[in-house]
């Protein structure tokens, strides 16, 4: 366990040394304060509402928070794809695995590591974010901490997607296939809510399967339920097919099953990728 | 090969074979390397050195055969504590600073962490690096790197070293600083298993050696077993008759190239009768010049022995 953490800590540290975690923390902030500006702005508009200001907030809230968590899983998929793969090419790797390491161990090291660095993001700004959004508004959503959790969720599942492939592609490769997953799966999510409305069994399963093989969109649309307001849910439930596809919304929270699914997800994927690793010749 | 035996040397293999897809890296490599002792391993490009290296330190799986390292089976956990290796692809984490690589190197190795500061001194001071330790890696250059490379393959005082073409990058005085640290790992009783295709290098010293090729060992044993205790000779002579000059063959294996004719595996004491011999043929003898075998003749000889 010992190395596994080592290779944790190194992880991150290369981040830190390579400014990645410098310039992620500066984009973030000003993108902070200039969606903060932009909120301030909503109880200014001429003979709105409390009411409207906060509907709107809401939605807003959303985007902001689809918008971070594209860019965590995005960076997280940059991050991760080289991570293995770079090594074995570069020759880092060479000198490390023959030192009494299992490969496992510097495996899960980086996943430690790098899913430790997502869930830190994503709690500093989505914290920071939502005090942003307070301070401009005084709106919140209903249960933050567990949006937060869902967004770093699918961060960390698309890292580990990146991961598994980065034990046999090169970094370039393995990272447009993680990201053509990541769309495709947002596409099936659209599909699954457009085949719910209309009730239409196909596309239905279609949606299901894209939710199951990349669980992603899933878990994205997990995070939209803990930032939906009780009164603009029971809007958008009214609204019958006029919300259909509407990627922004979600009607009912994860259910347990689907949470079990994911975390067997995970620990399949990760086992998959401790097993390709081991196998591999470097 | 027993455990018990296996135990008493560095290095032992037996018929250990690689194959990636339908290329053949290696097949059926049958060693040994004693404790303590300089082992060199040459071979032409492509023929299964590196995947025999990378196969000893577990980085490459055999998909046949069996092999040791240091008593237990390759790729054995514990035992990798007691192993340094420098790869032939050496490269170091960029963004660290090289005494931080050395570092890391001693935790991932279980090293005391109270032993840490004097071992990464004595490596430092070893390859020459000192007066660069807060340096980054990246600021280094390519023989600097492998400096450092071999720094980290000689911490924590190793039973045996693998280095796999330790001066590729390295200038004459880096080659000759190499050639004293592997003495001096010698001397301390470290085995060291030195892959390389520099061939005045391995002769100057190793103790025993190796000759690979497509994959399997066509030669090895002491460095005066490979060359063979006789030497070779070259003689200028004209008027000799074809008949003539096959019936010399019986003084040596004969390379007959016009007027110079060189006997190969002809003991020096001989050299006068066979003088004798080519002028009682008609043979006029304008000079003789007995030549010292050297590992690069000998290497040549026994690739073309196996290719025929």
Known sequence: ??????????????????????ALAVLTVVVIVLTSWGFSRLPTVKGVTP??????????????????SGVLALGSTLVAAP???????????LAILPRPIRRSELLMGKWLGLALLVTLYAALSGVLEMIGIWLATSYLPPNPAAALAFVAAEGIVLMSLALLLSTRLSPMTGGVIALVFFFV?????????????????????????????????????????????SDVLALARAAGRARAGNPFFADQPLPLTYLAWVVA?????????NWSFARRDL | ?????????????????????????????????????????LGPNGAGKTTAVKLLVGLAIPTAGEGWVLGAPIGDLQTRRRLGYLPELFRYQGWMKAREVLGLHCELSGMPRSEWKAEIESALKTVGLSDRAGDRVEGFSKGMQQRLGLGVALLGRPELVLLDEPTSAL?????????????????????????????????????????????????????????????????????LQPNSRAAL????????EGEWLTFRGLAQDRVPELVSEIVRQGGRVYAVEPRHETLEDRFLQLLKEQDQ
Request: aromatic content about 6%; some cysteine.
């Open chain 2, 171 to 239: 200038d004459p005085v880096g080659r000759h600083d190499v050639r004293e640290i592997i003495r001096q790992l010698k001397a301390r009783g470290t085995a060291v298993f030195l892959n390389s295709h520099l061939l005045s290098e391995v002769e100057q010293i190793c103790d025993r050696l190796a000759v690979v090729d497509h994959g399997r060992v066509i030669a090895n044993g002491t460095m005066s077993q490979i060359l063979g205790r006789d030497g070779a000779v070259r003689v200028r002579v004209t008027g």
């Open chain 2, 1 to 41: 090969m027993e455990a018990a035996d296996a135990a008493s040397l560095a290095v032992h293999t037996q018929d250990l074979a690689k194959r990636y897809g339908k290329t053949v890296a290696l097949s059926g490599l049958t060693m040994s390397v004693r404790r303590a002792e300089v082992f060199g391993f």
């Open chain 1, 1 to 22: 366990m010992s190395r596994v953490l080592t290779i944790a800590r190194l992880t991150i540290l290369e981040a830190s040394r390579r400014k990645l975690l410098l």
């Open chain 2, 249 to 256: 063959q019986t003084y040596g294996n004969l390379e007959d």
């Open chain 1, 265 to 273: 997800w995970l620990v399949g994927l990760l086992a998959l990728a």
């Open chain 1, 51 to 68: 009411a409207e200001v906060r509907g709107a907030a809401s939605q807003l809230t959303i985007l902001v928070a689809f918008m971070f």
């Open chain 1, 83 to 93: 991570s293995i793969a770079s090594d074995i090419e570069s020759g880092i790797a």
């Open chain 1, 185 to 229: 799966a947002w596409i099936g999510g659209i599909a699954l809510a457009i085949g719910q409305v209309f009730a239409n069994d196909t596309i239905i399963n279609i949606g299901v399967g894209s939710r199951l093989l990349i669980p992603t969109d899933g878990l994205w649309h997990g995070a939209i339920f803990y930032l939906e307001p």
